[in-house]
């Protein structure tokens, strides 16, 4: 049997709920409440378990905060003897428009802290992420009061649908692979 990782990108403490950063955790909530998973205290992350298809799916949401985010990648893939083709990482971006979702099986970290140290620890910039935009609305030097901020409420009356979309992705990533996701979920 296949195991994947899906791993949400945020910081744990209240102060960072429902904040544009947190996205990869909101999406993995998401998807634990549509299967009635609840996650528990592992090591460097919160974790759930669950079979999909035919595959395990491990989802954490690391507990790291977001600038130590490799740790907790690095060590549940050894851990759990999973191979990096079957790592997804869920994160926000603001080089994309509100609510776009873009899955990629490698790139950049694109002036992202969570990923750049997924990549320092691992190695490498070949795994799979799901890019959930959040947009660019601030000024100059503002961006970390952005991403960090909640959502403003006419985004918060468009996020549910986006965030469900993105938890079919990362599900149908483990289900049928990266490229048949990207071809029928990309642009959308």
């Given at each position: 049997?296949?195991?994947?990782l899906?791993?949400?990108l ?11 950063h ?13 299967h ?9 992350a ?7 298809k ?9 507990s790291?905060y977001m600038?130590?985010?490799g ?8 851990a759990?003897r999973?191979?990096?083709?079957h ?12 609510g ?6 490698k ?11 997924i ?7 070949e795994?799979?992420r ?5 947009g ?5 030097g503002?961006?970390?009061d ?28 483990a289900a ?13």
């Open positions: 049997m296949s195991k994947f899906i791993v949400g945020g910081n744990i403490g209240a102060e960072y709920e429902n904040t544009r947190n996205i990869g955790f909101t999406v993995l909530d998401t998807i634990a409440r549509e009635n998973l609840k996650f528990v205290t592992g090591r460097l919160a974790v759930a378990e669950f079979k999909h035919g595959k395990t799916i491990i989802l954490i949401k690391p790291t600038n130590l985010s740790k907790a990648v690095n060590y549940w893939l050894q759990e999973i191979a990096k083709e790592l997804l990482v869920i994160t926000d971006d603001i080089a994309l428009p509100f776009t979702l873009r899955m990629k099986g790139g950049s970290d694109g002036g992202h802290n969570g990923l750049r140290n990549q320092e620890i691992m190695n490498t910039t795994y799979a799901l890019r959930f935009g959040v660019s609305e601030f000024s100059t503002r961006q970390v952005y991403v960090l901020g909640k959502w403003n409420d006419t985004e918060q009356k468009a996020l549910t649908p986006r965030i469900e979309m993105a938890g079919q992705m990362a599900l149908s990533f049928i692979g990266l490229q048949l996701t990207m071809t029928n979920f990309n642009n959308k």
